[in-house]
């Protein structure tokens, strides 16, 4: 994945160009953001399983966290007259254009996990995309569930400050508990979406909460800050998964390594899956012309220590996580 | 004027005091010490273990700005030695792992001493360069994923402790002492700081500033190094897209806090640790107060800058005396 991160925009539309025609029944090209973070590797790496499920043949283009490179490859993968194009867009504004020359085209397209600027709704065919505040909700309703009447004071580590992800699964996680008088968030801060500043953070947290004994739970906005929570527990003398619960979000594999270990309760999958739905929609789409919904929402599941973690670590190691 | 701590530590001690008294306010068990594990565990073991990696990049970094130079590097150099090290550390010895992760960091140093003091590049635009492709390289040893580890050596070096001390801190406090022995045991920090004052004559007078000016990036590069395996370390895992991430700012800023002007011409070791320090102190008070993290930055602007003008001779009444003072002394 990183390998090809290397490649300049250029050199990889040419090395698309010269691709040999396959057999397969639909083509399409799929303009992937870059090798951002192990989530993304993880959708690169399922989104070809599931072509190849299908026997259809994707084409990706790795665009190196750039805009321009991505306009790039969707006009050339317009000239080579794929049957769709899926985009994984960097940013929400600027795609009218080239947008319209797919439109043009008639190659319809998809956009994976993020969607785009309102004003641009009748340029795509849908968009699959996860609910993040219906994340949050979920991490919240089992917290609720789990610690049923009893007092609890909450901490939170927040993602980045100002990423509308970080946003929405701390209002999700607010409106879930919001019903609950007994749960309450004592603490909040941001951890950057990062083990370091996750495990930080939660030293903190202890040493301001009682050395951890005034803590019930973590709600984290990702499985990483978890992880390095659950380290500032355990240096603290605390059981992570028993002295104090945990629900994070995202479903990296290392979040099953802590639940097989007993010390990580919960987390919300954010499925690297976006490309399966996509791919179904397009085919319905081509072959009996059904108009999909414009919103294709993935399933947020809710996966728990009882939910056997050591198989879903061995499913999702390989991914590129 | 080559003591270790010379009476301008002052301004940087009083801020230094200021801020743990406001963090006493804003969280009453800041001074808390308790024993955990052989361990010493409390928020002022927090200030200081937190404060580590800056700290090491700070020793590196006074000495490239005393030669008038800068090194932006830092923190994709602690990415990478991060990377070899996770990489490594399951399959070979720590003494291996150490002498790969240091030694990637000594090379880097080379490059960057090698541009700036053979081919005359200007500081900030050679290290940007390692800056900016240092963190590919070590996204593509990690293949842009969090390189985790088990080896009982290398997760002792971030979370065991010596004397009930976390063991990066006494690393720190080593290095401090090692990197002073040499640069101020001998002529070679006057050396440096003539390097920086004035390149030209002090070549003149037989300095050979071009071995100087390679020597201190190296020795960045290995502080650099060492940051980024205690960092991995920490974590037990190499997460090569925030490994250090800004930390070369903050390292520059520690420096500054110290003392020591961007110009060159003279530092204080001392005083480059305890900017970190001091920023640290910082950092762990705005997570104890329990302040929304939308604040976070404002807040370390609003004291950066008040640290800064309290060593203002022209704004700082007391600093300004001080100042007059020594003028006024000989």
Same mark, same amino acid.
């Given at each position: 994945?990183?390998?090809?991160?290397?490649?300049?925009?250029?050199?990889?539309? @040419?090395?698309?160009?010269?691709?040999?025609?396959?057999?397969?029944?639909?083509?399409?090209?799929?303009?992937?953001?870059?090798?951002?973070?192990?989530?993304?590797?993880?959708?690169?790496?399922?989104?070809?399983?599931?072509?190849?499920?299908?026997?259809?043949?994707?084409?990706?283009?790795? @665009?190196?966290?750039?805009?321009?490179?991505?306009?790039?490859?969707?006009?050339?993968?317009?000239?080579?007259?794929?049957?769709?194009?899926? $985009?994984?867009?960097?940013?929400?504004?600027?795609?009218?254009?080239?947008?319209?020359?797919? !439109?043009?085209?008639?190659?319809?397209?998809?956009?994976?996990?993020?969607?785009?600027?309102?004003?641009?709704?009748?340029?795509?065919?849908?968009? &699959?995309?996860?609910?993040?505040?219906?994340?949050?909700?979920?991490? %919240?309703?089992?917290?609720?569930?789990?610690?049923?009447?009893?007092?609890?004071?909450?901490?939170?580590?927040?993602?980045? &400050?100002?990423?509308?992800?970080?946003?929405?699964?701390?209002?999700?996680?607010?409106?879930?508990?919001?019903?609950?008088?007994?749960?309450?968030?004592?603490?909040?801060?941001?951890?950057?979406?990062?083990?370091?500043?996750? !495990?930080?953070?939660?030293?903190?947290?202890?040493?301001?909460?009682?050395?951890? !004994?005034?803590?019930?739970?973590?709600?984290?906005?990702?499985?990483?800050?978890?992880?390095?929570?659950?380290?500032?527990?355990?240096?603290?003398?605390?059981?992570?998964?028993?002295?104090?619960?945990?629900?994070?979000?995202?479903?990296?594999?290392?979040?099953?390594?802590?639940?097989?270990?007993?010390?990580?309760?919960?987390?919300?999958?954010?499925?690297?899956?976006?490309? %399966?739905?996509?791919?179904?929609?397009?085919?319905?789409?081509?072959?009996?012309?059904?108009?999909?919904?414009?919103?294709?929402?993935?399933?947020?599941?809710?996966?728990?220590?009882?939910?056997?973690?050591?198989?879903?670590?061995?499913?999702?190691?390989?991914?590129?996580? | 004027?080559?003591?270790?701590?010379?009476?301008?530590?002052?301004?940087?001690?009083?801020?230094?005091?200021?801020?743990?008294?406001?963090?006493?306010?804003?969280?009453?068990?800041?001074?808390?010490?308790?024993?955990?594990?052989?361990?010493?565990?409390?928020?002022?073991?927090?200030?200081?273990?937190?404060?580590?990696?800056?700290?090491?990049?700070?020793?590196?970094?006074? $000495?490239?700005?005393?030669?008038?130079?800068?090194?932006?590097?830092?923190?994709?150099?602690?990415?990478?030695?991060?990377?070899?090290?996770?990489?490594?550390?399951?399959?070979?010895?720590?003494?291996?792992?150490?002498?790969?992760?240091?030694?990637?960091?000594?090379?880097?140093?080379?490059?960057?001493?090698?541009?700036?003091?053979?081919?005359?590049?200007?500081?900030?635009? @050679?290290?940007?360069?390692?800056?900016?492709?240092?963190?590919?390289?070590?996204? $593509?040893?990690?293949?842009?994923?969090?390189?985790?580890?088990?080896?009982? %050596?290398? &997760?002792?070096?971030?979370?065991?402790?010596?004397?009930?001390?976390?063991?990066?801190?006494?690393?720190?406090?080593?290095?401090?002492?090692?990197?002073?022995?040499?640069?101020?045991?001998?002529?070679?920090?006057?050396?440096?700081?003539?390097?920086?004052?004035? @390149?030209?004559?002090?070549?003149?007078?037989?300095?050979?500033?071009?071995?100087?000016?390679?020597?201190?990036?190296?020795?960045?590069?290995?502080?650099?190094?060492?940051?980024?395996?205690?960092?991995?370390?920490?974590?037990?895992?190499?997460?090569?897209?925030?490994?250090?991430?800004?930390?070369?700012?903050?390292?520059?800023?520690?420096?500054?806090?110290?003392?020591?002007?961007?110009?060159?011409?003279?530092?204080?070791?001392?005083?480059?640790?305890?900017?970190?320090?001091?920023?640290?102190?910082?950092?762990?008070?705005?997570?104890?107060?329990?302040?929304?993290?939308?604040?976070?930055?404002?807040?370390?602007?609003?004291?950066?800058?008040?640290?800064?003008?309290?060593?203002?001779?022209?704004?700082?009444?007391?600093?300004?005396?001080?100042?007059?003072?020594?003028?006024? !002394?000989?």
């Amino acid at each position: 994945m990183t390998s090809k991160a290397l490649f300049a925009a250029s050199a990889m539309a @040419a090395l698309l160009l010269a691709l040999p025609a396959s057999a397969a029944e639909l083509t399409v090209g799929f303009s992937q953001i870059g090798s951002e973070s192990g989530w993304r590797a993880a959708e690169t790496s399922v989104s070809k399983q599931e072509a190849a499920k299908r026997k259809v043949n994707l084409k990706i283009a790795d @665009a190196q966290q750039k805009q321009e490179n991505q306009i790039k490859a969707i006009r050339s993968f317009i000239a080579q007259n794929v049957d769709a194009i899926f $985009l994984a867009p960097v940013v929400s504004t600027g795609w009218d254009s080239v947008l319209k020359e797919a !439109k043009e085209a008639k190659i319809p397209v998809v956009l994976l996990d993020r969607d785009i600027d309102p004003s641009g709704k009748e340029l795509y065919l849908t968009a &699959v995309t996860s609910d993040s505040v219906h994340e949050g909700e979920v991490a %919240g309703d089992w917290l609720a569930k789990t610690v049923g009447a009893k007092a609890c004071n909450v901490v939170e580590l927040q993602g980045t &400050v100002g990423a509308s992800v970080a946003a929405n699964r701390k209002k999700g996680f607010d409106t879930a508990i919001a019903k609950h008088a007994n749960l309450k968030v004592v603490r909040s801060q941001t951890g950057d979406f990062t083990r370091a500043k996750g !495990k930080e953070v939660m030293e903190s947290f202890i040493k301001a909460e009682g050395g951890g !004994k005034n803590i019930c739970a973590v709600y984290a906005h990702n499985d990483d800050m978890m992880v390095g929570a659950i380290q500032a527990m355990k240096e603290a003398g605390l059981k992570p998964g028993k002295d104090i619960l945990t629900v994070s979000i995202d479903a990296v594999p290392d979040i099953f390594k802590a639940m097989v270990a007993g010390e990580a309760n919960a987390t919300v999958e954010l499925t690297p899956n976006m490309a %399966g739905p996509a791919l179904d929609a397009v085919a319905a789409f081509k072959e009996k012309g059904t108009v999909p919904p414009k919103w294709i929402q993935t399933e947020s599941r809710l996966l728990t220590a009882t939910d056997n973690p050591q198989k879903e670590y061995d499913s999702k190691k390989g991914l590129g996580y | 004027m080559t003591a270790l701590l010379p009476r301008r530590g002052l301004a940087q001690i009083l801020a230094l005091i200021v801020i743990l008294a406001v963090d006493r306010v804003v969280s009453p068990q800041f001074f808390d010490l308790r024993l955990q594990d052989g361990r010493l565990f409390g928020s002022l073991i927090d200030v200081l273990n937190r404060g580590t990696p800056v700290a090491l990049l700070s020793l590196g970094m006074v $000495l490239v700005i005393a030669t008038r130079g800068i090194d932006l590097s830092v923190g994709a150099v602690m990415a990478i030695s991060g990377a070899i090290a996770a990489s490594l550390a399951d399959s070979h010895g720590l003494p291996v792992v150490l002498a790969a992760s240091l030694g990637a960091g000594l090379v880097c140093g080379l490059w960057n001493g090698f541009l700036v003091a053979v081919l005359g590049m200007q500081p900030i635009v @050679a290290t940007l360069i390692l800056m900016v492709a240092g963190r590919g390289i070590a996204q $593509l040893i990690t293949e842009g994923r969090i390189v985790t580890f088990a080896s009982p %050596g290398l &997760v002792w070096l971030g979370n065991g402790s010596i004397l009930g001390l976390p063991v990066p801190v006494a690393i720190a406090l080593g290095m401090l002492i090692l990197t002073g022995a040499v640069v101020r045991g001998s002529a070679l920090g006057l050396l440096i700081e003539a390097t920086g004052g004035n @390149a030209r004559a002090s070549e003149l007078a037989g300095v050979g500033t071009r071995a100087m000016i390679l020597s201190v990036y190296v020795w960045c590069g290995v502080c650099a190094a060492l940051a980024g395996v205690i960092a991995a370390a920490d974590i037990m895992g190499a997460d090569a897209n925030n490994a250090g991430l800004w930390l070369e700012l903050d390292a520059i800023l520690a420096v500054v806090i110290g003392g020591t002007s961007l110009f060159g011409g003279r530092f204080s070791l001392v005083l480059a640790v305890l900017g970190a320090l001091i920023i640290q102190t910082m950092n762990t008070g705005i997570l104890l107060s329990g302040y929304p993290p939308e604040f976070n930055l404002l807040v370390k602007a609003v004291v950066v800058m008040a640290v800064l003008l309290l060593q203002s001779p022209k704004l700082s009444g007391f600093a300004g005396i001080m100042a007059r003072l020594r003028r006024a !002394k000989p």
